[in-house]
């Protein structure tokens, strides 16, 4: 498969990329076979499939959110959005593997300029995992720092260069700091096997261990000092769109966009499978002609598509956010987690209809809908979606309420 090196270099550095993002989200399309192909075995193994990375490679996406100074692509948020939610179509494992790539490089492309340098300086495209919590320790040394910590749910740890772990400062004295992101090469990483769950086994999200492993100043961001994005008068490596989005609502409405296309996908096999289906001791011969089934099938789909829409809506905000550099306000923010819980709302609710309409068949091992069904119900449980979490926000912002209960980047 040809890659788009090309748009690279044709392509002004005010706005988004747009010729490449075309061909991107098409090539996310034409991958549908091999993904789906793969998903029963990656989800069998618990992590993606070389095959399926060395495609996903090929195909240019890990490039999509690298800033277009260190050889990127320099796409908008809607670009990423849309090919995470077709790679999801296939397996929502491939899509939120994706989206912790692209959202784990955008975050590293934000550093101060030693810490970008120190990533992407050598002209190699670094593949970064990254987890937050629980922080890990940080301790002061000539030169850097020696880094410990066990970090679980790491998706996509498998087959990154580089892991993107929360840490605090511990000092000689005993003090402790709030700290930021260290940047450690999987080389110097144990990964242990920790991930046995019900949803997105194929995402590989273990625990990872590093234990005394020396890091130098550069691979150290600083996040409780310099605050997210510090972007200061004498910075160099900066000046994209992507460089001016919000944190918390682009890592939040790209992942939303996954269990999305999970969820149209589950809607077009259901709605395909009714035809001709029959329905067990009533006299339906045929499901598609049961009245109560199509008004079931039809509030399924409005719900699904009245998400996508609210969720596009946001993804459209983060891209012009990046176009203006003008901050969301508080108010902002908080409707825009809260529209982000209505749309995990609307899916949760969609797809339970829709397995209730597909029947006790789907749930065999051998139907790929009970594998869209598991990630797409699991992964909107992920922290950053809890529904009653993005209300409490927009209730208290309404309310003039402060503080309110998360950090505003998380928000």
Not at 310 to 327: A, F, H, Y
Not at 340 to 364: E, P, T, W
Request: aromatic share 8%; glycine share 10%.
């Amino acid at each position: 498969m040809a890659t788009a090196t090309a748009w690279k270099t044709e392509i002004a550095d005010t706005g988004y990329n747009e010729k490449a993002e075309k061909e991107l989200v098409g090539r996310a399309k034409e991958l549908y076979p091999v993904i789906l192909k793969g998903a029963e075995t990656c989800s069998d193994k618990g992590r993606l499939s070389d095959e399926v990375i060395d495609a996903l490679t090929d195909a240019g996406f890990w490039d999509m959110a690298l800033p277009r100074r260190w050889g990127g692509y320099g796409t908008s948020c809607r670009a990423m959005s849309l090919v995470g939610a077709e790679l999801a179509r296939a397996d929502p494992s491939v899509g939120w593997v994706y989206t912790v790539y692209h959202g784990s490089t955008w975050a590293a492309s934000l550093t101060p300029d030693a810490t970008q340098e120190a990533l992407f300086g050598d002209g190699g495209k670094a593949v970064i995992c990254a987890v937050a919590n629980p922080p890990g320790k940080l301790e002061p040394v000539d030169g850097g720092y020696i880094l410990t910590g066990r970090w679980p749910y790491a998706s996509g740890c498998y087959h990154a260069d580089w892991a993107q772990v929360g840490c605090n400062i511990h000092h000689p004295d005993g003090r402790v700091e709030h700290g930021g992101n260290a940047y450690v090469r999987m080389s110097d990483v144990t990964i242990e096997d920790t991930w046995h769950m019900i949803g997105m086994k194929g995402t590989g999200s273990n625990t990872i261990v590093v234990d005394k492993v020396f890091i130098p100043h550069a691979q150290f961001d600083y996040v409780a000092k310099n605050g997210m994005a510090n972007h200061h008068p004498g910075k160099r490596h900066v000046g994209e769109p992507q460089d001016y989005w919000p944190f918390m609502p682009f890592l939040r409405a790209t992942a939303h966009c996954v269990v999305g296309g999970a969820a149209l996908e589950i809607l077009d096999r259901v709605t395909a499978a009714m035809h001709g289906r029959k329905i067990l001791y009533t006299t339906y011969n045929d499901q598609s002609q049961c009245v109560n089934a199509q008004a079931q099938l039809g509030e399924a789909a409005a719900r699904i598509q009245a998400a996508i829409a609210v969720t596009l809506k946001n993804v459209d905000l983060v891209d012009q956010v990046g176009l203006t550099r003008e901050p969301l306000t508080a108010a902002q923010r908080a409707l825009s987690k809260a529209e982000g819980s209505i749309a995990v709302d609307l899916v949760s609710q969609a797809v339970d209809k829709l397995m209730f309409l597909a029947g006790s068949s789907a749930f065999n091992d051998a139907n790929h809908l009970q594998r869209l069904y598991r990630d797409c119900v699991f992964g909107m449980r992920h922290t950053a979606n809890l529904p009653y979490v993005g209300y409490e926000i927009l209730g208290k912002a309404l309310l003039g309420i402060t503080p309110n209960i998360a950090h505003p980047d998380f928000i």
